[in-house]
């Protein structure tokens, strides 16, 4: 118990599938720095869970805290579950000297009629002494749909890649995101075959540019969690 939450340390048997585990994770661009998320949990229950979540960055060296930051409810859920928390450490470079890293949440709803699957991107970078956001909850892949739990149904699945881009505003550079879309319609056909059939979009681009102190992300990209 930590100031009445619940910590839940990671072991070997199920690193990665607990979605309330402490994860840490060495920063590539930056070796002496580690990486840790820490859930809080003062709640977990089979319809609903409430907690926060505690971003960490240590000396990898001596494990001692140089930065922190405490998300308020970032792990409260309900019928939309958190189903993991992992850091993304590709090299999300804002200036020659300031990168950022990222941490993604994973969502789940539990309605098997209408499935639906969510992952959100949040990027941190230091400044100074202080963890700050810099990116907030940009969905990165969305699978969302309707059926009759037998075959017939539509279903639509967004991906996003976001790219460091060599123009700049406000001193970041800004960032590219490529989403592509595919659609899928299944039906039975020919009395009892159930069928699929896709189509997609052709891929679009979304520029963010930094406002001096955060990407705007546009509210049709913005994720739940």
Known sequence: ???????TLPQSDYIGLHPHAVV???????????????????????????????????DSR????????RLDDAMSDDAIRIRSVAFDTARYRLAPDKMAFGLRLSLE???RANPFEEVTLRLYAIEGDRLVPVLDRIVVRQNAGEWDTMCSGEF???????????????GAADIVVTENVLYTVSKVENG????????????????LTYDGSQYVVPGALKGLK
């Open 109 to 111: 709803g539990s309605s």
């Open 62 to 69: 001596t494990l001692h805290v140089t930065h922190r930051l």
């Open 1 to 7: 118990m930590a100031e009445g939450a619940t910590i």
């Open 24 to 58: 840490c994770r060495i920063w590539p661009a930056r070796p002496e720095l580690m990486l840790v998320a820490v859930p809080l949990m003062k709640e977990q229950l089979d319809d609903r869970n409430e907690g926060a979540l505690d971003l960490l960055v240590l």
């Open 192 to 207: 009892d075959q159930c069928r699929q059939y896709e189509t997609s979009r052709d891929p679009a681009k979304i520029r």
């Open 156 to 170: 639509e699945k967004t991906t996003r890649t976001l790219s460091m881009d060599s123009r700049t505003h406000k």
